[in-house]
């Protein structure tokens, strides 16, 4: 099959690279070309336009609503030309009404929508190991669901359109709280004369522990001796702009997310203090820290 990427960060990188070791045909594109062109086996477009002309099914993994209104609606976007026909899966993670008015807009040109935001990080969708949360018509779940399980371990239909992003909301918010509470606990035990790594080792063996601490724990361990983690794969800027879009949300349903209120101050601290593009257990190895003497 023939499929395209539309913006070619971190995750959609890992995702067409993906796509193209099992088989498919690849065109990508990207704002910034230099990192389209580092996919290997891809064809390389210009503008989204040109890549709808090459494919049959569209990916768009985007940074936020912004993005994806200039990459689908823009004088070379990719509903500029005719889309009838095509099918539209976007993977970013955005709000719920923000996926419903673009639904609106691909099948008003006459082609199919899901939309379909991911737990997992650059390695689990390298794997093709990403938990993916669909919200579509029935009919476009279908369609989409043979590319999708290439790509998800697991692959949930929450619903109509928006009902991924709700559900996405559900999966991360956990996670968030999570570095946090692994940053105060780890400075609860820093006086204690046990190695960093001896101690991340044993906080990730505990039922307390979230699934992605073993694979966090030798990086964060590395900070708390002051090394480096190894390469991001999610940043604290994510983190940040996942927090803010829950909180948003949950306003909109009449919801308190107070816990995440909290965690957002802390993570906005640790990126005043550290950086925004760090990765996102910095938060834990900078909260461990804070109150050391």
């Not at 070791?21 to 891809?42: F, I, L, M, Q, Y």
């Not at 090459?54 to 209104?69: F, H, K």
């Not at 609860?188 to 307390?208: E, Q």
Request: charged share 20%.
């Amino acid at each position: 099959m023939r499929i395209g990427v539309a913006g070619i960060g971190k995750m959609g990188a890992a995702i067409a690279a993906r796509l193209i070791e099992v088989g498919n045909e690849a065109a990508v594109w990207n704002r910034t070309p230099d990192k389209a062109k580092a996919v290997t086996g891809a064809t390389v477009v210009a503008t989204p336009a040109e890549l709808v002309k090459r494919v049959e099914v569209i990916i768009s993994s985007l940074t936020d609503a912004a993005a994806l209104d200039a990459v689908y609606k823009g004088s070379s976007g990719l509903l500029s030309g005719d889309v009838a026909g095509k099918l539209f899966i976007d993977m970013s993670t955005v709000l719920p009404a923000t996926e419903v008015a673009l639904a609106e807009a691909v099948r008003g040109k006459g082609a199919a929508f899901v939309e379909c935001p991911v737990g997992g990080s650059t390695g689990p969708a390298r794997q093709g190991k990403l938990i993916g949360l669909m919200g579509a018509d029935a009919a476009d779940a279908a369609r989409a669901r043979p590319i999708l399980e290439r790509l998800c371990r697991r692959l949930e239909h929450a619903g109509p359109v928006g009902s991924g992003a709700v559900l996405k909301f559900a999966v991360n918010l956990p996670l968030m709280v999570y570095w946090q509470a692994l940053g105060e606990a780890l400075a609860l035990a820093h006086s204690l004369p046990v190695d960093p790594a001896r101690l991340m080792d044993l906080l990730s063996d505990t039922s307390g522990a979230a699934t992605i601490a073993k694979v966090r724990a030798p990086g964060i361990a590395a900070m708390l001796k002051g090394g480096d983690p190894g390469p991001v794969t999610f940043n604290v800027d994510g983190g940040i702009k996942d927090m803010q879009a829950m909180l948003a949300e949950a306003k909109s349903r009449g919801i308190d997310l107070p816990l995440v209120d909290k965690t957002l101050a802390c993570y906005e601290e640790t990126k005043r203090h550290r950086s925004g593009a760090a990765e996102i257990s910095t938060v834990s190895a900078y909260w461990a820290s804070r109150n050391q003497k």
